[in-house]
């Protein structure tokens, strides 16, 4: 009478192990992996408002750092060429007496006088192509002055001195008239590196005897 293993008897005929009751042991519960969760959870149909501000404000901030660098190299340039740049002064003497110019075949209906100007220079670099232009006076004819010739050169903290001659036409201008024309205009310059400067200027005339007493009383003011 052959006898049963003992072993054998406790497993199944798969090869299970059976449980202390008598039963095959259960399964272990299945833990579903980590992305199956995941992707169970609601996805969101539209993006986050953070996600189309961040990019805008990055943006932003690099656009005005870029225009204060700008600004501030701008500022920087233009205050260091104003520090090395040309000042031209013009400083008009008249030279005869104001009233009407003859010519070798007589009077002529030109009123003016001869007188002499000086550029001077008091600032700290070359100043190129220096010209004059007047365009208005306080007279009751048109006076202007002839300009400068053109590509004048007035070296730093030096002067030029230049004959010049400011007239207009007036028919009904009298030989015994007495006063005072300011003629104005404007000089302008460059520098080496072709940036342009300009300052108003004005030229005060007497119209008289330069020797008379009038003129002697007015020429100081007119030369202010």
Sequence with gaps: ???????????????????????????PPQVA??????????????PHWTTFVAPSVSVLVAALSLFTTWYVFRTSAEANRNVVRPFVTLFYVQNTSGG???SGD???D??????????????????????????SSLWQSKLTC?????????????????PIVCDGSDPKFKSDVEGTAYIF????????????????????????????????????????
């Design 1 to 27: 009478m052959s006898r049963e293993n003992p072993k054998k008897s406790a497993e199944t005929p798969a090869g299970r192990p059976l449980h202390p009751e008598g039963g095959p042991e259960p399964h």
């Design 33 to 46: 992996p980590q992305e199956e969760v995941a992707s169970q959870k609601k996805v969101s149909e539209r």
């Design 100 to 102: 009407l110019v003859r």
């Design 106 to 108: 007589g009077a002529t």
């Design 110 to 135: 030109k009123v003016g006088a001869l007188g002499t100007v000086t550029l001077t220079n008091v600032g700290n670099t070359p100043a190129y192509d220096v010209t004059t232009e007047f365009t």
């Design 146 to 162: 002839t300009g400068l010739i053109k590509g004048t050169l007035v070296l730093p903290h030096s002067f030029k001195t230049y």
């Design 185 to 224: 205009g404007r000089i302008s310059y460059h520098d080496v590196n072709g940036f342009v400067f300009g300052e108003p200027i004005q030229v005060g005339m007497c119209i008289g005897q330069l020797d008379g007493p009038f003129c002697k009383a007015n020429i100081p003011r007119l030369q202010q």
